[in-house]
């Protein structure tokens, strides 16, 4: 047992690794402790700890960049502050203070003969925050895979560690239904061979990668590697031979799956980086040939994007997705935003989007793709793409969209 009461004070702000890479004992421990040792500013991306909501102390707040797995149920307190930022813009935080950054917990594999503990699966945002954090604490865990491209950390950089032989969390999607392979479909269509992706993740991003298994010499880069970008690289689809940088490897900040990829990433053409590397407007900028498939909860008829808000909720996690869209839009490829035409009996298309919250500016949308087709809006004027917005929207509210976009002009 790490005692966190000997080494932190009231007001210290502490970060830890988020997903598949979540020191979970550790963070137990420090939420029993809490309470002893006074208010603390608590700072985590996704999370399946279900024991965040029930046992954060009253005293304490949680920040993050958005209201992701259990951190859903913290979204609906006061003690949930989602920060609105790209995902681009943690590094920075994180460098000014602006973020928890006085502790930091993190999952790590057992040192190496030279006392070295690797990040493993998760580099991400931790491996920026750590050059900015003095007191770090560790899970050595028997199960982080040591990976040779990931960054090293000395054992004795360690205020206190634990050591642990469990495995690591895996990701459990629904799988995809008919309509997420049929926008896939669509998808599929606007991705040549040798293109380099960033694909958002979900079941609709799994429909996605598997529509492509007939392309050849595919890229990947992106925020996060999964089951369906491996099971891509064994069929010979994603090799990133015609990538122009980090030829013939993916890049990703950290693993989203199962035990078979946390097993077998070692051996795979994988790499990876900071979010300081894999999101920056420097990196992606040197891909011309990137397409970037991220997801939305509506669109309105000139192209504005709303991923933040759900069910009248704002989680934020505004993520990586204007960071890729506007690279693939500006000096890459193609952006592409995707969703389905209707949410829970109401248009997915709508004139004006909920809330006023725009999560990606219509400039850098190039096409919105629903089960009923793609809407091709680069060099578009407005009339006209809300024209093209309007037939791919669901057909039983066309008629309604267009009666709103003419009564407004």
């Given at each position: 047992?790490?005692?966190?009461?000997?080494?932190?004070?009231?007001?210290?702000?502490?970060w830890?690794?988020q997903?598949?890479?979540?020191?979970?004992?550790?963070?137990?421990e420090?939420l029993?402790?809490?309470p002893?040792v006074g208010?603390?500013?608590?700072?985590?991306g996704?999370?399946?700890?279900?024991?965040?909501?029930?046992s954060i102390?009253?005293?304490?707040?949680m920040?993050?960049?958005?209201?992701?797995?259990a951190?859903?149920?913290l979204?609906?307190?006061d003690?949930?502050e989602?920060?609105p930022?790209?995902?681009?813009a943690l590094?920075r935080m994180?460098?000014?203070?602006?973020l928890?950054s006085?502790?930091g917990?993190?999952?790590?594999?057992p040192?190496?003969r030279?006392?070295?503990?690797s990040?493993?699966?998760?580099?991400d945002y931790?491996?920026?925050?750590?050059e900015?954090?003095?007191l770090?604490?560790?899970?050595?865990?028997?199960?982080?895979?040591?990976l040779?491209g990931?960054p090293r950390?000395?054992?004795?950089r360690?205020?206190a560690?634990?050591e642990?032989?469990?495995?690591?969390?895996e990701?459990?999607t629904r799988p995809?239904?008919d309509i997420d392979r049929?926008i896939a479909?669509?998808?599929a269509?606007?991705v040549?061979?040798g293109d380099?992706l960033?694909v958002?993740?979900?079941?609709?991003g799994?429909?996605?990668?598997?529509?492509?298994?007939?392309?050849?010499?595919?890229?990947?880069h992106?925020g996060?590697?999964?089951?369906d970008?491996?099971h891509l690289?064994?069929?010979g689809?994603?090799?990133?031979?015609?990538?122009?940088?980090?030829?013939g490897?993916c890049?990703a900040?950290?693993?989203?799956g199962?035990?078979?990829?946390?097993?077998r990433?070692a051996d795979?053409p994988?790499?990876?980086r900071?979010?300081?590397y894999?999101?920056?407007?420097?990196?992606?900028s040197?891909l011309?040939s990137l397409?970037a498939v991220?997801f939305?909860?509506?669109?309105?008829l000139?192209?504005?994007?709303?991923?933040?808000?759900s069910r009248?909720?704002y989680?934020?996690?505004?993520?990586?997705?204007?960071?890729?869209a506007r690279a693939a839009?500006l000096?890459?490829?193609?952006?592409?935003?995707?969703?389905r035409?209707?949410?829970?009996?109401?248009?997915?298309i709508?004139f004006?989007?909920?809330?006023?919250v725009?999560t990606?500016?219509r400039?850098?949308?190039?096409?919105?793709?629903t089960e009923?087709?793609i809407a091709?809006l680069?060099?578009?004027?407005?009339?006209?793409r809300r024209?093209?917005?309007?037939a791919?929207?669901a057909p039983?509210?066309r008629d309604?969209?267009?009666?709103a976009a003419?009564?407004?002009s």
């Open positions: 047992m790490v005692d966190f009461g000997g080494l932190l004070k009231p007001g210290m702000g502490v830890w690794s997903a598949a890479a979540e020191p979970r004992p550790l963070v137990d420090l029993a402790q809490a002893a208010p603390l500013r608590l700072f985590t996704l999370s399946w700890n279900d024991q965040l909501a029930q102390s009253p005293a304490d707040t920040v993050s960049y958005g209201g992701l797995g951190l859903r149920a979204g609906k307190t003690q949930l989602v920060v930022c790209h995902y681009s590094p994180f460098a000014e203070h602006r928890p006085d502790a917990l993190l999952a790590v594999s040192p190496d030279d006392g070295m503990c990040l493993g699966i998760g580099v931790m491996a920026d925050a750590i900015h954090t003095s770090l604490f560790a899970e050595v865990n028997r199960q982080m895979p040591a040779p990931s950390i000395p054992l004795r360690f205020a560690t634990i642990t032989d469990r495995s690591l969390q990701e459990t995809p239904a049929a479909g669509h998808i269509e606007l040549d061979d380099t960033q958002g993740i979900g079941s609709m799994a429909a996605v990668l598997d529509a492509l298994s007939g392309h050849r010499d595919l890229g990947f992106a996060m590697i999964t089951d970008v491996m690289i064994d069929k689809v994603v090799t990133g031979r015609r990538k122009q940088v980090d030829v490897l890049v900040g950290t693993a989203l199962s035990a078979d990829l946390y097993s990433v795979l994988v790499v990876f900071p979010t300081s894999t999101h920056a407007p420097q990196v992606l040197q011309s397409v991220n939305a909860i509506e669109v309105d000139t192209g504005q994007v709303g991923a933040e808000v009248g909720t989680l934020g996690a505004v993520g990586g997705q204007v960071d890729f839009a000096t890459g490829k193609r952006s592409i935003i995707a969703l035409s209707t949410m829970r009996g109401a248009s997915s709508k004006a989007l909920d809330e006023g725009v990606t500016a400039a850098d949308v190039d096409c919105v793709v009923h087709g091709h680069r060099g578009q004027p407005l009339a006209e024209r093209r917005l309007i791919v929207a039983e509210f309604e969209l267009a009666g003419r009564a407004a």
